[in-house]
């Protein structure tokens, strides 16, 4: 809770410097491109609020924290003044001190009163690991006479109704409130009526898509309070995001107050950039291979360090590898490196977590969920696998070693693709560049419409609720009444359907789960989203769990379980897509000579037409077709053209254009997450020689969610500085024809065929010669 609470004695001190010698010994210096030291930081201690009830105080001296660092103490003033408020501090930095004591105190206060429920609060992670995190301190706080609960979708019915009519903290998440709760709020009035704080963890998570629903979810929460006469102040706490005040106002829809000077100490951290070495075919040995070698080498000494891969699959080579390069060495000790992944089971998941509390476990190599909450206490030192794909994402991942206090390692193993290999030649890019912004559109009209048919379907909508909403409320309640959504009546537009508008509507568009499920066992080994499904467990497909290889046998979609039997044939597989689209609107456009750039929305139609399979050499032994539904998504991009005839002045030749427009259509997905806050993962792309609506050689990349995130009209506004860095990259690459550093992606359907990256170098350049001069260029 408090970087200063009393932990168990650290094991003796862990230097940084030495460690990263022993990664460096003998030929492998070279490998090391750049090292920053991050000093350390005294904290600064303010006083004790004199409002805080005694309970309160008591429960926290009984945990030993007795003081507090200055961002604290402005959390909860903030809030206890009524104030919203968003903390911005780095991770371990204490945030949920700062909202625990006014929250903490209210409650207390409530006790008091005629019912014994004077005030109640709401507590929302993104997570159920965070959420469970919570509810673990808060039982252990033992605050008397304040009952904390968690309502998540497992909670028994009966317990429900106990926590709505008993409960003081309710612990849960947006998700809940928008099924549940909100559509049911006439039970839970004397809850709402109460209704004194809403704390909203990790509130960063909430970007892109997402963040458009759940800051619709908020205000309907607050818009529903209100009608019980509540005024609850929110707290929002987030991971070091730029521009705060703007995220909290996104998510409300009201003025925050954002605290971002981090007061809490902080021990010396070195960071370190590292490039795998070049082999003997000419390319970069992989960053996953490189990740593990290095965990090796510090799992072998002693050093608990955790290594961050930016895929499931990743994660589970990392681990294998790992023990494998441990047991070369006879150094292998059973138990010490595993992986830790989304997709684990909750008791793989606490297993994991005890382990390295222990120390028994000293090598764990995991996605970015662990980002999420999950206490992990001690680590001495960072891996991370390739760029995580914002600055944000970095620092977290960087700060997630020296959590006690201790000196720390980070180490940031570049991965062979357009992103890592620029960044690592601009450090100052890492360095010396603010945090993102995280980007959410609150009034996205495909998020907000049907949460407006939501919010009617609670309490009927009417002109005055463009407070909650914002301006366009007038104009899309229209929409929905010309759509048959809602009915206007001269007090208002309601709702007047027989069943619930958010039944079918999901805040998180993962679409439905499916299920890894052992043949011959009948065990669950862990789920996969559905779009994934499609790529990753087809029949035939090769699936690997715990370092262990499956072969998919059946996907059943409409029953959402993949059947799997444990083996390795000896081979991977990949699949291959076709990607087509059509333009629905044009939002916005700029001229360049002969060419165009345009923002609007797109519908792309994608379907897995087969799937390769590949030996360890890279050889491709067969290709088999499949019979997969085709996925059809409405989003926004940016797209851009260029004459035939400006293509040939470029040099290029009509059987050259598909390979280079291909080839520059993959650098600039690469280059995107430069300036928006996504990675390429949260991108796709399709480029044609000639486009039925365009009529003329495209390129197109769009957000991977429906609706759109706002990363493509990014692209659009900065696409000057977008595209000279796509240039400049592709430009300086040393590879020959193309390699994975500039021109392949990792996720091409069409298996990176035809790629022309001189080609890409000619169209690029011609792009940019014919932007208008007074375009600056700037990154
Ligand atoms: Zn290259
Ligand atoms: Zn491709």
Redesign the pocket.
Known sequence: MAAHRTDPPEPPGFDPRSALAHLTRGQRAERLVHVRTLPAREGRVVPWPDWVAPEVTAALLGEGIDTLWEHQARVAELAHEGRHVLVATGTASGKSLGFLLPVLTALCDGTGSGTGRGATALYLAPTKALGADQAERLHTLAVPGVRVATLDGDTPTEERRWIRDHAHYVLTNPDLLHHTLLPGHERWRTFLRALRYVVVDECHVYRGVFGAHVSAVLRRLLRVAARYGARPTVVLASATVAEPEVLGRALLGQEVVAVTQDASPRRETVVALWQPPEQDDGRRRGTVAESASLLADLVETGVQTVAFARSRQGVEVVASRTRDELDARGAGVPGQVAAYRGGYLPEERRALEGALRGRQLLGLAATSALELGIDIAGLDAVVMSGWPGTRASFWQQAGRAGRRGAPSLAVLVAADDPLDTYLLTHPELIFETPVEACVLDPENPYVLGPHLAAAAAELPLTRDDVEWFGPTVPALTEQLVAGGVLRRRPTGWFWVRPERPSDHLQLRDAGQAVQIVDARSGRVLGTVDEDRALTTVHAGAVYVHQGQRHVVTDLDLEAAVALVVAGDPGWSTRARSESTFTVRSREGEEVWGAARLHTGRVEVTTRVTSFQRILPTGEVIGTHALELPERSLLTQAVWWTLPEDELALAGLGEDAVPGALHAAEHASIGMLPLLATCDRWDLGGVSTALHPDTGLPTVMVYDGHPGGAGFARRGFREAASWLTATLDLVQA???QA??P???QSPKCGSGNEPLD?AGAVAVLAHLLSERPVDVARVI
């Open positions: 690459c040393s590879c193309g390699c550093a500039c021109v990256r």
